[in-house]
T-cell receptor, first 114, second 111 residues
Framework: GALVYQYPRRTICKSGTSMRMECQAVGFQATSVAWYRQSPQKTFELIALSTVNSAIKYEQNFTQEKFPISHPNLSFSSMTVLNAYLEDRGLYLC??????????FGKGTRLTVV | QQKVQQSPESLIVPEGGMASLNCTFSDRNSQYFWWYRQHSGEGPKALMSIFSNGDKKEGRFTAHLNKASLYVSLHIKDSQPSDSALYFCAVSTGGNYKPTFGKGTSLVVHP
C-alpha cells in the first residue's frame, strides 16, 4: 500500500534556530508534495506545493527564504524551517500526491519552539 | 479565494447513532471534494472522495455533493467509538492538487 513517512515525529528547537524535516513516499510515486502546517487550533495552512522538475509554488505568507524545500525525486522531499519562532510551532504535514486527486499524508512533524 | 466552512464544530452521538457533518464552499469552480479523518496524534487520512453530484456510499459512510448549492456532507451510520476523531472537508478547483481545508468537526461517539 501507499505510505508516507515523516521524520522526525517531533522536535523542539530554540527560538532563532532552524530545523529540517523529511518526507518519504513508499509504495508509489508522488508527482507532487504539498507541505501543510496545522496550527494548535487544528487549522490547515498550505505552505507550498512542490512538483518534481517544476518550480516550487509557495502560498501567500510563506517564502522560500523561510521554508526552503528540496524535492529531488518522486519519493523524497524535505523542508527546513529557518530561524524558527513561536508562531512557527505546529504540526507540519507532508501530503504526497499521486496523480492529481489522491494524496497520502504522513503523521507529521510536531515542532515546538522554546 | 476559496472559503470552506464546516459545521457543527463539534458533535456528540451515541454508539449506533447517525453522525451528519456539513461543509460549504465558496468557489463555483470547485471540482474535487474529500473527507479526511484525523485521530489524535496522527496525520489526516483520506476517508472518501466525491467528484460528482449525488451520493456516494462506502460501507457505513455516505458522502453527498450538491455543487450548485455549494454543499457537501458526510453521514456516518451506526457510529462506533473508533469513529471519534476530527473530520475535515477539503475542496479543490482542480488542476494541481491544492485543496483548501475546512476547520474541522470534532466527532465524539460515546458508548
Amino acid at each position: 500500500g501507499a505510505l508516507v513517512y515523516q521524520y522526525p515525529r517531533r522536535t523542539i528547537c530554540k527560538s532563532g534556530t532552524s530545523m529540517r524535516m523529511e518526507c518519504q513516499a513508499v509504495g508509489f510515486q508522488a508527482t507532487s508534495v504539498a507541505w501543510y502546517r496545522q496550527s494548535p487550533q487544528k487549522t490547515f495552512e498550505l505552505i507550498a506545493l512542490s512538483t518534481v522538475n517544476s518550480a516550487i509554488k509557495y502560498e501567500q505568507n510563506f517564502t522560500q527564504e523561510k521554508f526552503p524545500i528540496s524535492h529531488p525525486n518522486l519519493s523524497f522531499s524535505s523542508m527546513t524551517v529557518l530561524n524558527a519562532y513561536l508562531e512557527d510551532r505546529g504540526l507540519y504535514l507532508c501530503g504526497a500526491v499521486q496523480g492529481n486527486t489522491e494524496v497520502f499524508f504522513g503523521k507529521g512533524t510536531r515542532l515546538t519552539v522554546v | 479565494q476559496q472559503k470552506v466552512q464546516q459545521s457543527p464544530e463539534s458533535l456528540i452521538v451515541p454508539e449506533g447513532g447517525m453522525a451528519s457533518l456539513n461543509c460549504t464552499f465558496s468557489d463555483r469552480n470547485s471540482q474535487y471534494f474529500w473527507w479526511y479523518r484525523q485521530h489524535s496524534g496522527e496525520g489526516p487520512k483520506a476517508l472518501m472522495s466525491i467528484f460528482s453530484n449525488g451520493d456516494k456510499k462506502e460501507g457505513r459512510f455516505t458522502a453527498h455533493l450538491n455543487k450548485a448549492s455549494l454543499y457537501v456532507s458526510l453521514h456516518i451510520k451506526d457510529s462506533q467509538p473508533s469513529d471519534s476523531a476530527l473530520y475535515f472537508c477539503a475542496v479543490s478547483t482542480g488542476g494541481n492538487y491544492k485543496p483548501t481545508f475546512g476547520k474541522g468537526t470534532s466527532l465524539v461517539v460515546h458508548p
